[in-house]
């Protein structure tokens, strides 16, 4: 009597097989050309973050402590005013990450392209993250400064600060506007890039790319 060990391979795993290199690592990519692009289309407008539950920035946690103390000194005014502008800053500022997201998307080697692909759904992203966030906050600080200073955000901070200042609640280190803008405008850029990545990942039939169909749907 013989007997035999059935192995089960994945669907996908022998689709994966049959895919390319080079059609994996260009199916990546354009995937976060796509991404990058549609999150700049939603966020890089009015209300693109103030709009956004997801992506709203909310005040920095050192001034959100002393932020109850002001509403009874009758500042909730000024912190809503505050609140609007850094969302502001970040709605006009987001658009000039375009170029440097387009540039940092070619880091991608061909040897990395197939591990991404068979990671979460966010996988590519993750790896858009790791390449990019500390090279563009860097590029991105005076940009974001610059609108802030435009749309008079930092006057606004200052006054809510030295408010708190005076209260012993905030120090002036503590006064960081311009990182924490800086910041959670990339968190944001990144999260809505994540989503259209799962877009992809999972309808890659309706993403517009017979090659984001192909590499995509060797997964399903």
Same mark, same amino acid.
């Given at each position: 009597? +013989?007997?035999?060990?059935?192995?089960?391979?994945?669907?996908?795993?022998?689709?994966? &097989?049959?895919?390319?290199?080079?059609?994996?690592? @260009?199916?990546?990519?354009?995937?976060?050309?796509?991404?990058?692009?549609?999150?700049?289309?939603?966020?890089?407008?009015?209300?693109?973050?103030?709009?956004?539950?997801?992506?709203?920035?909310?005040?920095?946690? +050192?001034?959100?402590?002393?932020?109850?103390? !002001?509403? /009874?000194?009758? /500042?909730?005014?000024?912190?809503?005013?505050?609140?609007? @502008?850094?969302?502001?800053?970040?709605?006009?500022? #987001?658009?000039?990450?375009? $170029?440097?997201?387009?540039?940092?998307?070619?880091?991608? =080697? #061909?040897?990395? &392209?197939?591990?991404?692909?068979?990671?979460?759904?966010? *996988? #590519? +992203?993750?790896?858009?993250?790791?390449? +990019?966030?500390?090279?563009? =906050?860097?590029?991105?600080?005076? @940009?974001?400064?610059?609108?802030?200073?435009?749309?008079?955000?930092?006057?606004?901070?200052?006054?809510?600060?030295?408010? !708190?200042?005076?209260?012993?609640?905030?120090? $002036?280190?503590?006064?960081?506007?311009?990182?924490?803008?800086? *910041? $959670?405008?990339?968190?944001?850029?990144?999260? /809505?890039?994540?989503?259209?990545? %799962? $877009?992809?990942?999972?309808?890659?039939?309706?993403?517009?790319?017979? !090659?984001?169909? %192909?590499?995509?749907?060797?997964?399903?």
């Amino acid at each position: 009597m +013989t007997s035999g060990i059935l192995v089960l391979v994945p669907a996908h795993a022998s689709n994966l &097989a049959n895919l390319s290199t080079g059609d994996a690592s @260009q199916g990546l990519k354009l995937a976060l050309e796509k991404g990058a692009r549609a999150a700049i289309g939603l966020l890089g407008v009015q209300d693109g973050f103030m709009g956004n539950d997801n992506v709203r920035i909310g005040l920095p946690d +050192t001034l959100s402590k002393g932020t109850k103390m !002001l509403k /009874m000194l009758g /500042m909730g005014k000024q912190l809503d005013a505050l609140t609007l @502008q850094m969302n502001r800053a970040a709605e006009q500022a #987001v658009p000039l990450a375009q $170029k440097a997201l387009m540039q940092s998307i070619q880091t991608m =080697s #061909v040897q990395d &392209a197939k591990g991404i692909l068979q990671g979460g759904d966010t *996988a #590519v +992203t993750q790896f858009f993250v790791n390449k +990019t966030r500390t090279s563009l =906050s860097a590029e991105f600080m005076p @940009q974001v400064k610059q609108v802030m200073g435009q749309l008079g955000v930092v006057a606004q901070f200052n006054a809510v600060a030295g408010k !708190l200042s005076g209260m012993g609640l905030l120090s $002036k280190d503590d006064a960081q506007l311009e990182s924490h803008v800086t *910041a $959670k405008t990339l968190d944001g850029l990144y999260y /809505m890039i994540g989503e259209e990545e %799962k $877009k992809i990942r999972q309808n890659p039939a309706q993403a517009g790319s017979a !090659l984001l169909s %192909k590499v995509f749907g060797a997964l399903r």
